[in-house]
């Protein structure tokens, strides 16, 4: 299994061994360009029509701990809506949510055309570097300007965001040569460019 950092409890956990994490995924939160008050920080949502993943997904769990770290319990928030990612797109494409979060990898295809719809904004996360000494499984992570559109200029500056790692799970009891062939494919699977957005060539797999 392809598992999220921090999804799992430790006596979940327990019961596989981990080959390593193989790459980053990012916490994206994308708003509405025509909002009357777009949201400048995590605090600036509270107030605003959230889609945040289905309800035992590992988006919703993280956007939650991140947000508990603000004060603000998502789970007594009225206006957060719990779908598939695929309802949480149609609805916010329709201008029924103000707001969509999800965790994903860059290469992630929802993730590709928000990031380049003009009607769409990526929040940046200001104090990103703060939140890893808090939540040993975040990353501050970074979006070089125009790293996602060299021709036209997205993002027009740096964007902070944080994330996380997924890690490839196995049960105790596969045979290491398997163990060892799944390493060797994620290996090379890291070797393409589309993989290498926010990690460097050679960083995964790694054991984090």
Do not use: C
Not at 97 to 120: F, N, P, S
């Amino acid at each position: 299994a392809i598992v999220q950092g921090g999804a799992l409890d430790p006596k979940s956990a327990a019961k596989f061994y981990s080959l390593g994490s193989i790459g980053y995924e990012a916490l994206w939160i994308f708003y509405r360009k025509d909002l009357a008050k777009p949201p400048h920080s995590l605090k600036d949502l509270a107030g605003l029509r959230i889609g945040a993943g289905p309800e035992l997904g590992g988006t919703q769990k993280l956007f939650h701990e991140v947000m508990l770290l603000q004060g603000i319990d998502t789970k007594t928030l009225p206006n957060i809506r719990l779908a598939s990612y695929q309802k949480n797109l149609e609805d916010f494409h329709a201008n029924k949510l103000d707001v969509l979060v999800k965790v994903a990898a860059y290469h992630d295809q929802g993730i590709q055309t928000l990031a380049k719809d003009r009607a769409v904004r990526l929040m940046p996360i200001m104090d990103a570097a703060a939140y890893p000494k808090s939540l040993p499984y975040v990353y501050a992570l970074n979006i070089p300007e125009s790293a996602i559109d060299i021709e036209h200029g997205i993002p027009a500056k740096p964007l902070p965001l944080i994330g996380t790692t997924t890690s490839l799970l196995v049960d105790k009891d596969l045979h290491p040569d398997l163990q060892m062939l799944l390493l060797l494919a994620a290996r090379d699977l890291q070797r393409s460019s589309q993989y290498l957005f926010f990690s460097t060539r050679g960083e995964f797999p790694a054991y984090v």
